[in-house]
């Protein structure tokens, strides 16, 4: 789930609202509140102070000491009168807020004891109080994700994303969800193009959340790879088998005077994998074998991948000897054993670490071409 679970950095705040006119309609109307949330979803956020932020403990969220004791809304004074018209009831009371901030706080506790339906009834509570408070959604969209119901995990996520439409931290969280349910759903490209977004989100941001979106990419594009390479060699072997027909060859005979050994491996090299696949002529065996290329998976370049982890590179950073390593690799060498290269052993610190961009852009060339290599992924 990744740092700041249920942090909402950069979501709320908002001019002050206009105070309602003197000559009204004759009907007593309630000044607005500042900083209270409108019911109109396309309202854009901004930043101003954050509630309570929760780190990621092993995958649960957990609170830590808010930064403000009342999240802070977008102005109603931002809506036009149409929108306006659309407003179904008065914006939420400073009571209203409150209350919702100990809800979330109680779901957030519940969530950490991985009491998910219990979180999900307090962040459901929340939200009817404060329906235009992102996190609500982003934290209850993460508790029904570990409760595998992933249309709720959609409802949440797509919420979360109409209530951030200028991005932030929630936004980058909903495109996560909406990643991961697709996945579930076995939607793999849907779940790609979330991802993706979610993790260039996270990489601007520099937000620790980012190495467990690439290993959910990169999940989501090695099973897609799978499944597109598992059509592809029915439909070669299909292919095979009327090209044998038109031949006139049988699945039991050779061919081009090989004998039995011969035609046993030429089978395997057409990637057959039994003895009733046709031994086709070398020339359209060749062919067949020169289509099958990327379905056939080899191993990853040593020059993409870090001699730390030896896994390939996901946020590669260059260091004053030429050297490239993994960010988060060299940060804990740097902590733990010393301040210096760990292979020319020259002095360096954090300062001197460079992103490495051009061998990361190479890499996700490599990796959109041989979409194997993201099962090697760890």
Known sequence: MGNG?????????????????????????????????SENPAVQTHSAASPAEVTR???????????SAVPQYPSSSRLGPSSAARVPRMAPTPEDRKSAETLKAEGNALF????????????TEAITLCPEWAVLYVNRGMAARKRGDWDRVVTD?????????????????????VGLAMGAKGLHDKSTHHLQKALDAAREANDSIK??????????????????SETRRAQAKHLRRQLAELLGISSSCGGGGGGEGEGKANTRDLGGGGNDEPMLPPEWAALFNAAAWQDTAVEAPSQ???????????????????????????????????????????????????????????????????????????
Request: charged share 25%; glycine share 10%; aromatic share 8%.
């Open 211 to 228: 190495d467990e979106i690439w290993r959910e990419l990169a999940t989501a594009n090695f099973q897609r790879w799978q499944l597109q």
């Open 112 to 123: 950490s004891k991985g009491k998910y339906a219990a979180a999900i009834e307090r962040y």
């Open 304 to 378: 993409f991948t870090c001699p730390l982890t030896m896994e390939i590179f996901r946020d590669p950073v260059v260091v004053p000897s030429g050297r490239s390593y993994e960010r988060s690799a060299l940060l804990e060498h740097l902590k733990k054993v010393g301040r210096f290269d760990p292979i020319t052993r020259q002095h360096l610190s954090e300062e001197q670490l460079v992103p490495n961009v051009s061998l990361r852009a190479a890499i996700e060339l490599y990796l959109e071409e041989h979409p194997w290599g993201w099962g090697e992924v760890k």
């Open 57 to 67: 403990t092993e995958g649960i969220a957990q609170d830590t000491a808010p930064t």
């Open 5 to 37: 679970l249920c942090g909402a950095q950069g979501l709320f705040g908002g001019n002050q609202p206009a105070q309602p006119s003197a000559a009204g309609d004759g009907r007593n109307q309630r000044p607005s509140s500042p900083g209270i949330a």
């Open 157 to 177: 996520a797509d919420a979360a994303l109409r209530l951030c439409p200028g991005g932030g931290r929630e936004a980058m969280k909903g495109h996560y969800l």
